[in-house]
């Protein structure tokens, strides 16, 4: 089996970093209907929360959409913290690049990779990207064009 080049990205802000506490904030506001745009955070965080048993005030239908949500916003404030780190982190920067592309600031990340994702940056940019919301409310998106 062969190794992949996957790439992905995330225009952001022209004038400076990403405003990491309105994504906080975004995320919080997030609501049960938010999670029917989402797709691979949702099975990420409901595999999470059935790989032990469930709480012991867990209804019959465990996980419920309140707790799919709950994990879902968890997961995203982590991401918007990994995001931080890995911007903002010298070494992390050679996993990414951000570059100049249709007058816009892109950071680039990935590499070769045989089936994980090829960079942390990686993971946290397309878990994010579920929810533009969030994105937009730091003044980053995956829209590069006009």
């Known amino acids: 089996?062969?190794?992949?080049?996957?790439?992905?990205?995330?225009?952001?802000?022209a004038g400076g970093d990403p405003d990491y506490p309105a994504g906080h904030a975004a995320v919080d506001r997030l609501t049960v209907a938010d999670l029917d745009t989402a797709d691979s955070i949702i099975d990420a965080v409901e595999e999470e929360l059935t790989a032990g048993p469930p709480p012991a005030n867990a209804s019959d239908?465990?996980?419920?959409?309140?707790?799919?949500?709950?994990?879902?916003?968890?997961?995203?404030h982590r991401r918007i913290d990994e995001l931080r780190a890995g911007y903002t982190d010298e070494e992390a920067w050679r996993d990414m690049a951000v570059l100049g592309l249709f007058g816009r600031r892109v950071l680039f990340t990935g590499g070769l990779t045989w089936g994980d994702p090829p960079t942390e940056l990686f993971e946290a940019i397309e878990e994010l990207s579920e929810f533009p919301v969030v994105l937009h409310a730091m003044g980053c998106d995956r829209d590069v064009s006009a």
Do not use: A
């Not at 089996?1 to 802000?13: D, E, K």
């Not at 239908?61 to 995203?76: A, I, M, S």
């Open 1 to 13: 089996m062969g190794h992949s080049l996957v790439l992905t990205y995330l225009q952001v802000p």
């Open 61 to 76: 239908e465990w996980p419920t959409q309140q707790d799919l949500l709950v994990g879902v916003q968890r997961r995203l």
